[in-house]
């Protein structure tokens, strides 16, 4: 078995070619193709938590939404991301490898990716004139956060707990909190004696 080493370089087109054809899922980023970290239990539970949610929600509308082996177009020839849950309403998407055209993106929070999610992929993600809502989902406790788009083209940021409901603007869709955590099995800390 040959090791890969940390990162691969590669054009865009090359990559669209060769990732498909991998076991592993990886991101492009500007040349750099990265392999992503697997997820725990709870990490998918929620995922397929909301994605069931949405679909469900949506059966009767023409939005698509597809769970983490559907990658994102954030910029052409520069960078593809693979998010957690991804939606789209809009016609224009019909790449079978990848969505172009987001309204709404979710990611779900692990420590080792949650900085990149707030960080630079949300700051990248941003840039879509289509996405209209980003949401990060805690794995750790009950939390979810939503930054929407304003009228204004300003990002604003709702938070939401357990006992509140979500509802998602971008395709008008409630969603119950405690629905997306459901069999999600929370660390319990430790007391002393």
Known sequence: MVALPDYILIS????LVWEPTQEERY????????MMSDGTRNHNRISANFFKLLDDALADRTCEVYI???KVQ?????????PDVVLTCDERDNDPQLVQFPCLII???SPSTEAADRGKKFAKYRQSPTL???????VAQPSVE????????????????LDEKLRLESVDVEIAIADLYRQVQFETEATEN
């Open 74 to 82: 954030v910029e052409a020839g520069q960078k593809y991301f693979y």
């Open 68 to 70: 983490v082996d559907v």
């Open 27 to 34: 991101e492009y980023w500007d040349g750099e193709v990265v």
């Open 12 to 15: 865009a087109e090359e990559y």
């Open 146 to 161: 939503v930054f929407r788009r304003n009228e204004q083209g300003k990002w604003v940021l709702s938070e939401y707990n």
């Open 107 to 109: 990611e779900v929070l």
């Open 132 to 138: 209209q809502e980003y949401v990060l989902v805690q």
